[in-house]
């Protein structure tokens, strides 16, 4: 099992661009969050699905989108990069709400 | 989400020194999920704690949740050089956001 693979790992981006930053988990789990962790700071909730299909809001939802097309893959798409999510970002999935949550190793964003 | 407060926000300890964290909430907690960042890592799930009075060890640590499930603690015995990074407490993972944490650093 890879566990939770997050990629890339560094990505720079300039103003206005878009991305998509992928996560996928080989271990079957319903449950899947964004996490987004600036420096100093805690990890602060984006996104979140609870099953293919399912998707919804976090604390700071507004510039990402996501889909849950199949249990094992859970993209963030920034839509027009600013400065402010220069940041570290997170995926993590569980399988069950009473089970820990598996993150992957994260996302170094720097937008310039 | 709901969301606890941590607090010390910092503790630095010198080397075989007690270290206790704590969780506090206004509102009854389902459950509790305790987790340990190191510097430049991701977060790693140590143990979930949901019934009253609960108490769980490993190894030199122990959690503790509260009779009435509004606070509970982690508590480090003689800390070591391994223990540094920053420990999250968190309800309802993955659908709250994490606090900013309690940052130990160990003096050798």
Redesign the interface.
């Known amino acids: 099992n890879a566990g939770v693979t997050q990629t890339p790992k560094f990505q720079v981006l300039k103003t206005g661009q878009s991305m998509t930053l992928q996560c996928a988990q080989d271990m079957n789990h319903e449950?899947?969050?964004w996490?987004r962790q600036d420096p100093?700071?805690?990890?602060?909730?984006i996104h979140?699905s609870v099953g293919a299909g399912i998707t919804?809001q976090?604390?700071v939802p507004n510039g990402y989108n996501v889909s849950r097309s199949t249990t094992e893959d859970f993209p963030l798409r920034l839509l027009s990069a600013a400065p402010s999510q220069t940041s570290v970002y997170?995926c993590?999935s569980?399988k069950a709400?009473?089970?820990?949550?598996?993150?992957?190793?994260?996302t170094r964003l720097t937008v310039v | 989400?709901q969301q606890v407060m941590q607090i010390p926000q910092y503790q630095h300890v010198q080397e075989g020194e007690d270290f206790t964290t704590y969780c506090n909430s206004s509102t009854t907690l389902s459950?509790i999920?305790w987790?340990k960042q190191r510097p430049g890592?991701?977060?790693?799930?140590?143990?979930?704690l949901?019934k009253s009075g609960e108490v769980k060890k490993q190894k030199r640590l122990t959690f503790q949740f509260g009779e009435a499930k509004k606070n509970s603690s982690l508590h480090i015995t003689a800390t070591q050089t391994t223990d540094v990074g920053t420990y999250?407490c968190v309800t309802?993972?993955?659908?709250?956001?994490?606090?900013?944490?309690t940052t130990l650093t160990v003096k050798p």
Do not use: W
């Open positions: 449950y899947m969050s996490y100093g700071m805690g990890l602060r909730l979140y919804d976090g604390e997170f993590a569980t709400e009473s089970y820990g949550y598996t993150f992957g190793s994260g | 989400g459950n999920q987790y890592g991701h977060p790693v799930f140590l143990i979930q949901v999250f309802n993972a993955g659908k709250s956001t994490f606090g900013d944490g």
